[in-house]
């Protein structure tokens, strides 16, 4: 019993890890709280979703499953197109909203406020499209294989569980062996001393919203893939998103999927010993623990 | 004619307690800059605080206690300034906008436990009967409306009154120097951090007063009226009136309540039953888009904040 809910943790916990990872990289680069980044997820669930229905619709052949999978080669590909939309989004509500408020110095403060207006226009936006009718990539039922100790889990959730190890692994290495990762750690330690090293630092902001916003579309789309679609999905995501990303220490990817992980197994411990109407409050918990033991995250520095 | 004074009395009387709301929003972001998201829990808190004291007793829940109104409300305004200063002391003394992610988790929490502590609040059904100021006139629909209205114009007056003292006080020109330049109020001596805790919790206080007199107002309070949407609807109200303003405070509320309430009346008149929930959907979508263009065009909002708020300023004036 106590194995199975450690994997549901730990399933549920990559998920939130992913998203995680983009709020710290806005976070720590952009210097605010995107409260917009929840509904990034939304959006990318539902961009791959009305993708992989056009191509299931003019190429059936796409919809045959995959191996052991519930879905066709139609979502992989609907995945990699979302990560392109969803990252052109976010490039276009920079350039409408925040990238004027930067350049008018506003104060991190307006530019949460105005992430929060954003997040409330574009979310709207997608119940206005879709209507909140809960959607489904497929509506295939999987057989949960027995894994160790008694645990079950179904092939999509440990595809999913595998990509973000790998994803993870992936962004980190981008960030700690590339110029271009070079450059984002640049901007975030100091903008204008990176602007004068010869760093493009509006070429690198946009690179951080492409970053965190395709890295939203992977959650979104296994977070649909695993769960529903919903227009409330990425909202009702946003406070774990936010205590992952706070835990893990902002600014560190691998602190943030940690921490993902660890609100991840959290929630499912809530759910089997607590009850799952008290699942939500468990990331306020850890935020208020975190907030007053160690500020400065689990893999942060301190900000002094 | 009496139908319309009777509507003009209810729309003001609700306008009114979501005035309330925004003069408590003006002290914390206004005034102090301090950026609240959570306000639909502190919004609860007091209106469930007030419903607990003042409702006859009721043996599915704990409470209903029967004392006066009055006691409800200042309980409702102590109750949620306590949850803010807490709240503000985890926060305030970390990031700025730590505050707003603590905030917005506290609004979840507090719907959550508004929804599943059953024995206390009645849970998803909620709180009934909570008694309404000078019910011995509800027979008269019109005189009871109207002296609702006068109540809540009078406790709003008040609250306005004592905040525009407050904010020409030396502790709100404090509060002004804290938010535009930390560094030199500190170096004038200030303890910037007491000073944001205090005006979090006035303005807590003040939210807190406003959900009590909606519960009491409306006579039911149930969880789904404290969702997140109440704190975007303060925000939108706040924003166009003009933060930093009191008047621009209560003229935001009255009107931003004014267009939600029309196009809400437009919904239900001319788009068919099944396309409702898609244009609830829009009118969401022009609040986001509002909140967004004030700040992108007109940050100061319909009425901007005053420069001088110093009383031996504009005295030594010609």
Request: proline content about 4%; some cysteine.
């Amino acid at each position: 019993m106590i194995a199975q809910t450690l994997v549901d943790g730990l399933i549920s916990g990559s998920m939130i890890g992913l998203g995680a990872i983009g709020i710290t990289l806005t976070y720590s680069i952009l210097r605010f709280a995107n409260f917009a980044h929840g509904d990034m997820l939304s959006w990318g669930a539902y961009f791959a979703f009305a993708v992989a229905g056009a191509l299931g619709t003019f190429m059936p052949g796409l919809n045959e499953s995959i191996g052991p999978f519930s879905f066709g080669w139609s979502l992989p590909l609907a995945l990699i197109a979302s990560i392109i939309l969803t990252g052109v989004l976010a490039l276009l509500i920079d350039k409408i909203l925040f990238a004027r408020l930067r350049a008018r110095g506003s104060a991190a403060i307006i530019l949460v406020m105005a992430g929060f207006g954003a997040a409330l226009t574009i979310r709207s936006l997608l119940e206005f499209i879709f209507t909140s009718k809960p959607r489904y990539f497929t509506d295939a039922l999987q057989i949960t294989q027995p894994l160790i100790a008694g645990a079950r889990a179904t092939p999509d959730q440990l595809l999913s569980l595998g990509l973000a190890v790998v994803l993870v692994i992936g962004v980190h290495l981008i960030l700690t062996r590339t110029a271009a990762g070079r450059a984002m750690r640049a901007v975030s330690e100091n903008q204008a001393l990176a602007g004068l090293a010869g760093i493009d630092v509006a070429r690198t902001i946009r690179l951080v919203w492409v970053f965190g916003a395709g890295l939203a579309a992977v959650a979104g789309v296994m977070s649909g893939v695993l769960v529903q679609i919903r227009p409330f999905m990425g909202h009702d995501l946003l406070l774990p998103l936010f205590a992952a990303a706070i835990l893990g220490g902002i600014g560190s990817v691998p602190g943030a999927m940690v921490a993902g992980l660890i609100v991840g197994l959290s929630e499912a411990l809530c759910v089997q010993f607590v009850g799952a109407e008290w699942r939500a409050a468990v990331s306020f918990l850890i935020l208020v623990a975190i907030l007053l033991l160690r500020p400065q995250g689990l893999f942060g520095r301190s900000a002094t | 004619m009496i139908e319309l004074i009777s509507y003009g009395a209810f729309f003001l009387t609700l306008a009114l307690t979501y005035a309330m709301m925004c003069l408590g929003l003006n002290v914390q972001w206004g005034q102090t800059g301090l950026f609240n998201v959570g306000i639909a829990g502190f919004v609860a808190i007091g209106a469930y605080v007030s419903a607990l004291l003042t409702t006859p007793d009721d043996p599915a829940r704990f409470g209903g206690l029967g004392l006066p109104i009055a006691v409800g409300w200042i309980a409702a305004a102590i109750a949620s300034a306590i949850a803010s200063g807490l709240l503000g002391w985890l926060t305030i003394r970390l990031r700025a906008d730590y505050l707003a992610i603590a905030t917005f988790g506290f609004a979840v929490v507090v719907q959550l436990a508004a929804l599943n502590l059953q024995s206390l609040t009645g849970g998803p059904f909620g709180i009934g009967f909570i008694p309404r100021p000078f019910a011995e006139l509800a027979p008269n629909p019109l005189l009871f409306g109207l002296v609702n209205l006068a109540v809540l114009g009078v406790v709003t007056l008040a609250v306005y009154a004592a905040l525009e003292h407050l904010m020409r006080s030396p502790w709100g020109r404090v509060l002004r120097a804290i938010r535009e330049n930390e560094q030199a109020a500190t170096a004038l001596g200030k303890q910037a951090m007491r000073f944001r805790l205090q005006a979090f919790g006035v303005g807590g206080a003040i939210m807190g007063l406003g959900g009590a007199m909606q519960g009491h107002f409306i006579g039911f309070i149930s969880p789904e009226n404290y969702v997140p949407m109440l704190t975007f609807q303060v925000w939108a109200m706040l924003i166009v009136g003009g933060s930093g303003n009191n008047r621009g405070a209560i003229l935001g509320a009255v009107l931003v309540w004014a267009i939600w309430a029309a196009s809400g009346a437009v919904i239900s008149a001319f788009v068919p039953p099944d396309q409702q929930a898609r244009a609830a959907a829009l009118k969401i979508v022009m609040i986001g888009v509002g909140i967004c263009a004030v700040l992108l065009l007109r940050p100061r909002g319909i009425l901007g904040e005053s420069r001088t708020v110093s009383r031996h300023i504009e005295k030594a004036k010609p």
